[in-house]
């Protein structure tokens, strides 16, 4: 990548020095800028991004220790590199008022062309770099927005055949004359049914990190929400040990579909990922501001990756058909319920758990339609 030639501000009201320096230091890479004043350094600092400034200390009218407090002063400036030049002896008290005042180095004219050449060539060099890596970070982050538009398209025109496919397979069940018909039907409609879901988790992921899902907050039930789930999960996992529990009240002012999402990516997360053995679902709201779940199955998942179980497409470590987006949504729609998720290991099995506000009628208007910002 070619980057611009990094400029430099030299500052001395001396005609000849300003000479003297542009040709030591002006080159391929390095564009020389002078003043001979305190307010001309300040405009040519507004319009211009520069890599260091060399302030002569005696000037009149604004002398460098105080254009250097200028300089720091201002947002736009106050990252610039300062080294002060001076012609009077050396002295440890101006050095030290030259230091407090920003500047990162204090040389005594004359000075050595190599001397001068070596200091200027290091923030040069830090310049560029930052230069680069802005450029890097501006070019990851359209390729990043461009790849996220495009899931979001894809994902949204996958899901008209999908239905068709879903629709089909209904009628081949309805009609089918033998059993293997039967299964076959039911092979077709539960493959549907999974890729229903991941499409659905490739739109939220797209959302989230645009930072546009919305969230409809309004009184319900978490008993009904979870009822709901469970009964569509048995129906696509027939063989399923699953158990619940719920205990005192779990009304509140949630997003239900949001909540109902939470609850069927945390239990169809552990159906999957379950060793053997009962899945359990304890829903409580015994405790008077907030409402939690709480999903345990058999089996461990390593110490060292449990931070990382809810990181997008980190959340699942088994050879599942998932995307490993089902935590990440999980966790994402937690925080934007004001609440968190979390997950350990408890003797043996895997406990993941959501906690979140229960809120009240009362807040019903100031908490619909929130928007999901990045966290």
Known sequence: MQLAPAKILIVDDVPQNLLAMRALLEGEEVQVLTAQSGAEALELLLENDVAVALLDVNMPEINGFDLAELIRGSPRTSHVPIIFLTASPQDPGRAFRGYESGAVDFLHKPIEPHVIL???RVFVELHQQRAMLREHNERLKKSLELNETMIAVMTHDLRTPLTVISLNAQMLGLGATTADMQTLAHRIGNSADRMARMIQQLLDFTRIRAGILRLEKRKADLHDAADRVVTELLQTHPKAQLETAFAGDLTGVFDADR??????????????????????????????????????????????????????????????QGLGLGLYIVDQFARAHGGFASAQNVQGQVMVRVEFPRGSVETRAQASALTLKNS
């Open 118 to 120: 070596s200091k200027v």
């Open 259 to 320: 909540v109902e999402q939470i609850l069927s990516n945390m239990v169809g997360n552990a159906l999957q990922n379950a060793t053997g053995g009962v899945v359990h679902l304890r829903v409580d709201g015994t405790e008077r501001d907030t409402l939690s779940i709480e999903v345990q199955n058999d089996g461990q998942v390593p110490e060292d990756l449990l931070p990382r179980l809810f990181e997008p497409f980190k959340g699942s470590f088994h050879a599942t």
